[in-house]
């Protein structure tokens, strides 16, 4: 059973940090490229960083800098180090792992982001 869960959210302050985990089960992470995305109240779910099975890596512009992704294949984990968090950064950040040879596109639940004062 495939399985993608999400941890680390929660309420932080402007310029602070925080770290997301997904925890991955049910398939061979290490030839899944993988992303986390947020979605806004609102506002369509946007791709906010991505790790290729390769270890290359891409983000959207407006974290370029402040988010960092990244996997770990033997733990079967994603994270997302977010630093010098915004207001505009608060959304619910979903975890995917994708395989496009096998057509594979998995999900899993969010995790909240809220940066407020």
């Known amino acids: 059973q495939v399985q993608l869960v999400e941890s680390g959210g929660g309420l932080v302050q402007p310029g602070g940090s925080l770290r997301l985990s997904c925890a991955a089960s049910?398939?061979?992470?290490?030839?899944?490229?993988m992303g986390w995305y947020r979605q806004a109240p609102g506002k369509q779910r946007e791709l906010v960083a991505i790790?290729?099975?390769?270890?290359?890596?891409n983000y959207v512009d407006s974290v370029k800098g402040r988010f960092t992704i990244s996997r770990d294949n033997v733990k079967n984990t994603a994270y997302l180090q977010m630093n010098s968090l915004k207001p505009e950064d608060t959304a619910n950040y979903y975890c995917?792992?994708?395989?496009?040879?096998?057509?594979?596109?998995?999900w899993g639940q969010g995790t909240q982001v809220t940066v407020s004062s």
């Open positions: 995917n792992a994708k395989q496009i040879t096998f057509g594979h596109d998995y």
């Open positions: 790790i290729t099975s390769g270890g290359s890596t």
């Open positions: 049910g398939f061979i992470f290490s030839i899944y490229n």
